[in-house]
């Protein structure tokens, strides 16, 4: 059985909040000595990974995520109506293979499902593992990492956690249709991998972009199947940890907003936080890795269910002319967002297999109609005929 990977979490991490109304009490636990939590009914379940042996600066020193969850328990649930668990931790195997495969398969059980796996992680070559359990259950993939790099790497290396997006755009089966990196930082980034992104017709937004408009990027994130957080993206200052590297990264307000978005699109079916290690272990970092998860879970909470067929059907339709094309706009009634659909050519042979509708922003529609087309239509458009 996949979850015979697990080790339990310590009771004594759960003390303090199981005889009060904080989250620690309404989890299903993964405890010592206790049965695993029946996974009938839940929609989130939590787990750690302790591998970072793929970790270009590892400092070797031992890392876990018990105060994260001792943080993540004693906080207050929203008024939210779902079920979660915390499955425990997946220890590291013999190997980094042996990692890997154990996490595929926990990953692609819970998909299975219907279960959300969000990730505790070490290195965020993680990643690689998370979006190969997709293999079967979906067809095209869309993977957004919010990082201060792109993390391509050189494909013809071994993998490690500045390679991994290498890895996924070359290995069979190739079941990545689109990248989206948020809030890259370019003096950590080599002008080949910027021209790279570019020509891969990749999304590719700097923390200035995001910062100065963070609601600009939700349709991005409403667009992904996995969402991977580098937690090196995070400015050493809202970390309150010194020790790190960058001065410059998103705040916590912002971070946790990424997070809500990642929740509340009805797309996103799992999710990770990563590069947790020994270096993040302070009372303020794992704080904030805490409230990241909260927001997560208040986003799913709040869903709205508008990828379904029924739903689109209530959509408002918009035409718009612009040079030949004619563009397909689609706004819900209920939440606000927009859409533009993507065309289906029947006889190219389309990675999509359908029309699909893109997320967008109404900002976009407005553009059309003063005859811009929007750039990531074109992205998609493209892609999709390549």
Not at 28 to 53: M, N, Q, S, T, Y
Not at 106 to 135: C, E, H, M, T
Not at 314 to 328: A, G, H, S
Request: with cysteine; aromatic share 12%.
């Amino acid at each position: 059985m996949e979850f015979d990977f697990f080790t339990p979490v310590r009771e004594e991490i759960v003390a303090g909040a199981k005889s009060s109304n904080k989250l620690g009490a309404s989890l299903r636990l993964h405890l010592e000595d206790k049965a695993f939590p029946d996974l009938e009914g839940v929609k989130i379940a939590i787990f750690g990974v302790l591998e970072d042996r793929l970790d270009e600066n590892r400092s070797g020193e031992p890392f876990d995520f018990d105060d994260v969850r001792r943080k993540f328990y004693q906080l207050y649930p929203g008024n939210w109506h779902l079920q979660m668990a915390d499955l425990g931790d997946i220890q590291k195997g013999e190997t980094v293979e042996d990692t890997s495969f154990a996490v595929q398969s926990v990953v692609n059980s819970l998909l299975k499902k219907g279960i959300i796996p969000v990730l505790l992680g070490g290195s965020q070559d993680l990643v690689y593992s998370q979006y190969r359990a997709y293999d079967g259950v979906e067809h095209m993939v869309n993977l957004v990492n919010i990082d201060s790099a792109f993390d391509l790497g050189d494909a013809d290396k071994p993998i490690s956690n500045k390679s991994y997006i290498g890895k996924i755009i070359v290995t069979k089966p190739y079941n990545l249709f689109n990248y989206s990196n948020l809030g890259y930082q370019t003096y950590f980034n080599s002008q080949h991998e910027i021209e790279l992104m570019d020509r891969l017709f990749f999304d590719a937004y700097r923390l200035g972009e995001v910062t100065n408009d963070i609601g600009s990027v939700e349709p991005v994130i409403r667009d992904a199947n996995l969402v991977g957080i580098d937690m090196g993206a995070v400015s050493a200052g809202a970390l309150a940890n010194y020790r790190l590297a960058s001065p410059n990264g998103f705040d916590g307000k912002e971070i946790c907003a990424l997070a809500r978005y990642a929740g509340i699109s009805d797309k996103v079916s799992s999710f990770g936080i990563f590069e947790i290690n020994s270096e993040l272990n302070f009372p303020t970092s794992n704080m904030l890795i805490a409230q990241m998860l909260w927001y997560f879970v208040e986003g799913v909470n709040f869903r709205k269910n508008e990828n379904t067929i029924s739903s689109k059907k209530e959509f408002i339709r918009y035409q718009v002319p612009v040079e030949d094309e004619v563009l397909v706009f689609y706004k819900s009634p209920v939440s606000g967002r927009w859409w533009i659909e993507i065309p289906f050519i029947s006889p190219a042979n389309n990675k999509l297999k359908r029309h699909t509708l893109l997320p967008c922003t109404q900002a976009d529609y407005m553009d059309a109609c003063d005859q811009v087309i929007p750039e990531r239509w074109y992205k998609t458009k493209r892609k999709n005929e390549i």
